[in-house]
């Protein structure tokens, strides 16, 4: 999909290289910062037996009233199944603070959506710039108190 949208927009090599960099930057442990660093859910450091991380990637082709087409890249992180978390305050008290105890049915949900599009070069001999814009964000955090056993 990057490739053949690269060709229909005439990319150099260059400019073709400077759009895969770009979106694959945003598909990896840089594009999970970004999206943990603008959320709630990134004010919770979660732990516990059970603990399951998912993370989901959608990269499609768009047309976002421009021009020409974009691409759009979604970016899905959620974390369930923890039974305990610490907060930054907790944190700064580590030495005498326990993790607060949460329902294994607590998550954190985080979701952002990017847009992609090639700009024309801005000097003879340089390749296309590739913009990159957040156009839809949402995070949960659903922290739910440890059920009490009998």
Same mark, same amino acid.
């Given at each position: 999909?990057?490739?053949? +949208?690269?060709?229909?927009?005439?990319?150099?090599? !260059?400019?073709?290289?400077?759009?895969?960099?770009?979106?694959?930057?945003?598909? @990896?442990?840089?594009?999970? !910062?970004?999206?943990?660093?603008?959320? %709630?859910?990134?004010? #919770? =450091?979660?732990?516990?037996?059970?603990?399951? %991380?998912?993370? !989901? #990637?959608?990269?499609?082709?768009?047309? !976002?009233?421009?021009?020409?087409?974009?691409?759009?890249? @979604?970016?899905?992180?959620?974390?369930?199944? =923890?039974?305990? +978390?610490?907060?930054?305050?907790?944190? $700064?008290?580590?030495?005498? @603070?326990? *993790?607060?105890?949460?329902?294994?049915?607590? #998550?954190? +949900?985080? #979701?952002?959506?990017?847009? =992609?599009?090639?700009? *024309?070069?801005?000097?003879?001999?340089?390749? $296309?710039?590739? $913009?990159?814009?957040?156009?839809?964000?949402?995070? $949960?955090?659903?922290?739910?108190? *440890?059920?009490?056993?009998?």
């Amino acid at each position: 999909l990057l490739l053949a +949208y690269g060709t229909r927009r005439g990319l150099s090599a !260059a400019g073709q290289h400077r759009l895969i960099q770009a979106v694959t930057t945003q598909m @990896s442990q840089c594009g999970l !910062a970004n999206l943990d660093a603008s959320s %709630q859910a990134a004010k #919770y =450091f979660v732990s516990g037996q059970g603990l399951e %991380q998912r993370t !989901a #990637y959608n990269v499609s082709l768009m047309d !976002a009233g421009l021009p020409s087409e974009a691409l759009k890249l @979604s970016l899905l992180c959620m974390k369930t199944g =923890f039974c305990q +978390y610490h907060t930054p305050e907790s944190l $700064e008290h580590m030495d005498s @603070s326990e *993790p607060s105890k949460c329902d294994p049915s607590s #998550y954190l +949900y985080q #979701y952002a959506t990017l847009l =992609f599009r090639t700009l *024309p070069a801005t000097a003879t001999g340089e390749c $296309e710039l590739t $913009e990159c814009v957040v156009i839809d964000a949402l995070d $949960e955090v659903d922290i739910q108190p *440890p059920m009490l056993t009998e």
